[in-house]
């Protein structure tokens, strides 16, 4: 799980390594880079709940009405468990 300064921390360190100057218009702001990431489902967020905490996912949450639900900011966040390996999540030593 991450938090969101540490997201955003995460988010300036791709930037500044990767894009410098060329940054495409949907990871302008960290906001629309989580938004982004939440859209195509690769993080979820949890939602505290009276009896246990709840995953909110954007293929859950998508509807014919809401067809792009919003990530709720100031929260947990959650890697898809499915590409948490294929992502190599976790290993600060990348090569």
């Not at 940054?23 to 489902?41: A, G, H, M, R």
């Not at 639900?69 to 999540?89: D, E, F």
Request: charged letters at 25%.
């Amino acid at each position: 799980m991450t938090n969101i300064k540490e997201a955003c921390q995460r988010y300036s360190e791709f930037v500044y390594k990767n894009l410098k100057n060329n940054i495409p218009v949907f990871i302008e702001t960290p906001d629309k880079f989580l938004q982004f990431l939440y859209d195509i489902n690769i993080i979820g967020y949890k939602e505290e709940a009276e009896q246990q905490p709840f995953h909110r996912w954007c293929y859950r949450e998508r509807s014919l009405t809401n067809m792009s639900p919003k990530i709720r900011t100031n929260s947990l966040y959650r890697i898809h468990y499915g590409l948490a390996k294929a992502l190599n999540v976790g290993n600060r030593n990348l090569k």
